[in-house]
């Protein structure tokens, strides 16, 4: 078959043992028909051949986003943005102007929030100086907390409180009002829906459908949102994608992207299975993975949430966070109710992925996955722990023991990329510091790493996080964490492919497996590691098609 497409005079990094090492690639019909030489690929064109000249860049698979929120990320694209910002007068002229630009809007919404924009704990007082007759509120930059204002508080019946479920919480003052801070997902949800997001928050925070069903013109405004998040993605070079928050109405509005050639790449939707669910809830998750399950479109995943958040001091820790006497945040789902539901989404043949943050949460969530395994045998599971960003010594090689993937996010490391290295470093401990978002320990103890952004968390830019991996600091006390460039490559292609199950289609550049490329604006072996960040995406291929040029 004559190639529609070649990519030639590339430093072409294949991802695959056999044949690790190329100058060209040739595609047709969607997939990789031959890898070589310059002088084999380039005789294979014909008249009707596109010929790209990739000038000497690296050439790779298709970056693989282990762990990623598309359509929060899509809807939150056209929200104020605060990073980089710090103090009032900051925060008020941001707010002020993007109010001014925005007369319509419901809520003023932003995103990139942190726990020391303030010199003090931010409520709702800091935020009604900076704009009181409008809602306004700020996400934190790791999702787990909003903080809002009295008019956002009052329209979304939160002032005087409200009853929430275990591990979410409407903080309250000591005058019995709501402080403006909230924490976690069913907390802040009233606050969401002042925006009309509610649709697309609630994959994330309680797992169930809308209600009543959109109608055709509320799921195209949705779909809309997915397709701006879709093309981020395309600019930064990802071809697949996990995304970690989920319902059938995600995968519906995907389907009906699906089938107007609007989907430019794989994406993997879970269920999300809550603490207050019953086991025949299952039911849906297999529904789901029955009903979606091609090349392009799948679930096949139950996602849980283990924990919070380590600045919130919500992560579930093993010890008594310091400074906090008798307080380590209790799991969401307690041990035994978890080796329940473990051992019966495994039975049904789903893989598992669990958030699990604090050493304590990562504990109960591999405790499950073992018991797993002793109940049903052992199979080809790949279950997933999402984070691990503290985590007991003696738990370090039970990863590699179970088979269990670590989806970690070196740029969530603090001082690594976007987020400082304190009040987190603090609110963990110094004595611990040696446990923290560790990469390389966990490799070596023969856990299958998978990198990725959790954006809108972070950055999506996969070339600002290889770059964060490879030059993240060394914490006081610590082993360097940084792993080699070959297998940072790895853990954001074929090491996240195979973490996903779609090692068979995707993650390495051979015959037969997909067209997923991405060719980048240089040779990437050849820049410092510090100069990768500055990199771009040259050109983004999906199946064949071009999704991106830059």
């Given at each position: 078959?004559?190639?529609e497409m070649i ?8 991802m ?17 028909a ?17 010929v790209i ?7 790779l698979?298709g970056f693989v986003?282990?762990h990623l929120?598309?359509?929060?990320g899509?809807?939150?694209?056209a ?16 707010f ?6 925005h007369?319509?809007?419901?809520l ?18 800091d935020?009604?100086?900076i ?18 204002n009295?008019?956002?508080?009052r329209?979304?019946?939160?002032l ?8 979410h919480?409407?903080?309250m ?8 801070e ?13 925006g ?7 994959g ?8 009543p069903?959109?109608?055709?013109t509320?799921q195209?405004?949705?779909?809309a ?26 995968l519906?509005?995907l ?11 794989r ?36 996602k849980?949430?283990?924990d ?5 001091r919500t992560?579930?820790?093993l ?16 041990p ?7 051992t019966e989404?495994d ?7 669990v958030?699990?943050?604090g050493?304590?949460?990562?504990r ?10 002793e ?26 023991a ?17 987020f ?8 963990i ?8 978002y ?13 990198f990725?952004?959790d ?5 999506i830019?996969?070339?600002r ?9 060394t ?10 460039l ?15 199950h779609?090692?068979?289609?995707s ?9 997923d490329?991405?060719?980048l604006?240089g040779?990437?072996e050849a820049?410092a590691?510090a100069?990768?960040?500055?990199m771009a995406?040259a050109?983004?291929?999906c199946?064949?098609?071009v999704?991106?040029?830059?």
């Open positions: 078959m004559t190639p990519l030639t005079n590339a430093r072409v990094l294949t695959d043992p056999a044949r690790p090492r190329a100058e060209a690639v040739a595609v047709a019909a969607g997939r990789i031959s890898v070589g030489s310059r002088a084999e690929i380039e005789a294979l064109a014909g008249p009707a051949t596109e000249d990739c000038n000497g860049a690296t050439l698979p986003e282990s929120h598309l359509v929060l899509g809807a939150e694209l929200h104020l943005h605060l990073h980089g910002l710090d103090g009032e007068a900051a925060l008020t002229r941001a002020r102007d993007f109010a001014a630009k007369p319509d809007r419901p003023l919404m932003a995103q990139g929030g942190h726990y020391a924009m303030l010199d003090h704990p931010m409520t709702r007082h935020l009604d100086r704009l009181a007759d409008r809602p306004l509120a700020i996400t934190s930059h790791d999702h787990h907390t909003v903080w809002a009295t008019a956002a508080l329209a979304a019946g939160l005087h409180g409200a009853s929430m479920p275990h591990g919480e409407v903080v003052g000591p005058d019995g009002t709501a402080t403006g909230l924490r976690e997902f069913e907390a802040f949800a009233p606050v969401i829906a002042l009309g997001e509610a649709r697309l928050n609630l994330i925070a309680t797992g169930g459908e809308p209600s069903w959109p109608s055709e509320e195209a405004i949705d779909r949102k997915v397709t701006r998040g879709l093309a981020h993605a395309a600019r930064h070079g990802v071809t697949a994608m996990v995304n970690m928050d989920g319902n059938r109405y995600t519906e509005l389907r009906g992207l699906q089938k107007e050639g609007g989907l430019t790449a994406v993997k939707v879970p269920f999300h299975f809550k603490p207050h669910m019953a086991l025949s809830e299952l039911d849906r998750a297999d529904a789901m993975s029955r009903d979606f399950d091609d090349d392009w479109l799948s679930c096949r995943f139950v849980m949430f283990m919070g958040v380590v600045d919130s992560a579930c820790m010890n008594d966070y310091p400074g906090h006497p008798g307080h380590r945040a209790e799991p969401l789902f307690p035994a109710r978890f080796n329940e539901i473990a989404i039975r049904r043949g789903h893989q598992i992925a958030h699990a943050i050493d304590g949460a990562v109960t969530t591999i405790d499950g996955y073992e018991a797993a395994r109940a049903n045998g052992r199979r080809d599971s790949r279950h997933r722990i999402e984070h691990i960003e503290l985590i007991d010594r003696a738990d370090v090689p039970r990863l590699g179970l088979g269990i993937t670590a989806s970690v996010q070196p740029v969530h490391a603090p001082g690594a990329m976007d400082d290295m304190f009040p987190t470093l603090d609110v401990g110094r004595n611990r510091w040696a446990d923290a560790l990469c390389r320990d966990l490799a070596a103890a023969g856990a299958h790493l998978a990725a952004s954006w809108p968390v972070t950055d830019s996969v070339l996080g290889i770059g964060a991996a490879l030059t993240r600091p914490y006081e006390g610590a082993a360097d964490q940084r792993v080699p070959m297998e940072v490559l790895r853990a954001y292609t074929a090491a996240g492919a195979w973490a996903a779609m090692d068979r289609l993650g390495t550049l051979k015959p037969g497996l997909a067209a490329i991405v060719v604006s040779d990437i820049v590691p100069e990768i960040s500055g995406v050109l983004t291929v199946g064949g098609r999704t991106h040029r830059g």
